[in-house]
């Protein structure tokens, strides 16, 4: 995945964000951006009244500032869990357009042989699979959106890490 290098137009601060982000907020300003790139070119369109970002809780219940090294196990296992809901997504829109399509093909057979009521009951189920493939496929785009956001945050924090582990010569 590679990353792109901008700069915030409020407070001037490093943007790096993943490619695939339609959207970014500045970490020190929290102003938000709507990313648009033509033929190598990335400008960030400032989003006036634009609703903030889900912001990750990573402390646990008892209040404490949690380690980074804390945060990273959590951010890691809300990547795998996501991750599964949008494989379990297209699982699901796959079988759901299999299906589908053996509803339409039964209901072009019963045109075929002058059955009228079995084309229609199977057309039917057939734009309901077809209707029913495209919501899960909506829900998958905005699950793989949420997942860039906590792969993005992810990398932030095992940078952070990285930094702040003293280094051994």
């Not at 079988?95 to 042989?113: D, E, N, P, R, Y």
């Amino acid at each position: 995945m590679s990353l792109i290098k901008h700069n915030c137009s409020h407070c001037d601060a490093d943007l790096e964000f993943p490619e695939q982000l339609s959207r970014v907020c500045c970490p020190q300003c929290h102003s938000q951006f709507l990313v648009e790139t033509y033929q190598d070119i990335v400008s960030l369109k400032w989003l006036k009244d634009a609703p903030s970002l889900p912001k990750m809780d990573l402390s646990d219940s008892s209040n404490r500032v949690l380690s980074l090294s804390e945060q990273l196990k959590i951010l890691d296992q809300k990547i795998y869990e996501i991750d599964r809901n949008v494989k379990q997504r297209r699982s699901s829109a796959s079988s759901s357009f299999l299906v589908a399509f053996m509803f339409f093909f039964f209901a072009f057979s019963g045109l075929l042989i002058n059955r009228i009521v079995i084309a229609v009951c199977c057309g039917t189920i057939s734009t309901a699979m077809i209707l029913l493939t495209g919501s899960t496929l909506q829900e998958s785009a905005r699950s793989r959106k949420s997942l860039a956001i906590l792969v993005y945050q992810r990398e932030q924090l095992a940078r952070e890490l990285s930094f702040s582990q003293p280094r051994m010569f």
